[in-house]
């Protein structure tokens, strides 16, 4: 199986920082990785997918960057509402894998 | 605008069998191509993925639990469903139906995306 490695496990930000988090695969995966929020009791909503393209109706402070084995996920001005957790998936190869979790809080 | 619901027993004795039903609303599982999946969640810990089952029919398992893991469509009911056997309390978690679009194909075979419509999940104890 493909580890995705997503670091940190956790962070706390204030409004307005920029956040960066990084999901490394354990072997090539291209670009078939996708990032996800979820929020407490709710279900993952995709943010990006083909590792850098924005997901309809998510806003343009999300972006995501990579290929091949690193990939990161950034948030250029945190806001009220991005606090939750930030999940990364392969789905190159099979079993698909997720990253074991970002979890963004206030500072 | 298309939407998924899970249901099923939220409540599965250890050593049967858990299934679960996926309904697809806004649009039908027959129309374009796309790959219908399951993930789950334990109660504060990571996504796992089950399995899916591509619109020709064909599916593809986690390893971890394909020996027991049966997905399945019925496209008369709009539903793709999802059957685990042998369940143990390792196995209560929220359960997710997903879809995921085909990102790309080549070699006479497609690539899956990443899933992008979720269902809101359903919670699945496995208990005495």
């Known amino acids: 199986d493909i580890q995705m490695t997503q670091s940190p496990s956790s962070l706390s930000a204030s409004v307005g920082d920029r956040v960066t988090i990084t999901c490394r695969a354990s072997?090539?995966?291209?670009?078939?990785l996708g990032w996800y929020q979820q929020k407490p009791g709710k279900a993952p909503k995709r943010l990006i997918y083909?590792?850098?393209s924005l997901q309809s109706g998510v806003p343009s402070r999300f972006s995501g960057r990579g290929s091949g084995t690193e990939f990161t996920l950034t948030i250029s001005s945190l806001q009220p509402e991005d606090f939750a957790t930030y999940y990364c998936?392969?789905?190159?190869?099979?079993?698909?894998?997720f990253g074991q979790g970002t979890k963004v809080q206030i500072k | 605008q298309v939407q998924l619901q899970e249901s099923g027993p939220g409540l599965v004795k250890p050593s049967q069998t858990l299934s679960l039903a996926c309904t697809v609303s806004?649009?039908?599982?027959?129309?374009?191509?796309?790959?219908w999946s399951w993930i789950r969640q334990p109660a504060g810990k990571g996504l796992e993925w089950i399995g899916y089952?591509?619109?020709?029919?064909?599916?593809n398992y986690n390893p971890s639990l394909k020996s027991r893991v049966t997905i399945s469509v019925d496209t008369s009911k709009n539903q793709f469903s999802l059957r685990l056997s042998s369940v143990t309390a390792a196995d209560t978690a929220v359960y997710y139906c997903?879809?995921?679009?085909?990102?790309?194909?080549?070699?006479?075979?497609?690539?899956?995306?990443?899933?992008?419509?979720w269902g809101q999940g359903t919670m699945v104890t496995v208990s005495s």
């Open positions: 997903a879809r995921s679009g085909v990102a790309y194909c080549s070699g006479g075979s497609c690539h899956s995306g990443a899933p992008d419509i």
């Open positions: 806004g649009g039908s599982m027959s129309s374009g191509s796309y790959y």
């Open positions: 998936l392969q789905h190159d190869s099979y079993p698909w894998t």
């Open positions: 072997q090539g995966i291209r670009n078939d």
């Open positions: 083909a590792a850098s």
């Open positions: 089952i591509y619109t020709s029919g064909s599916t």
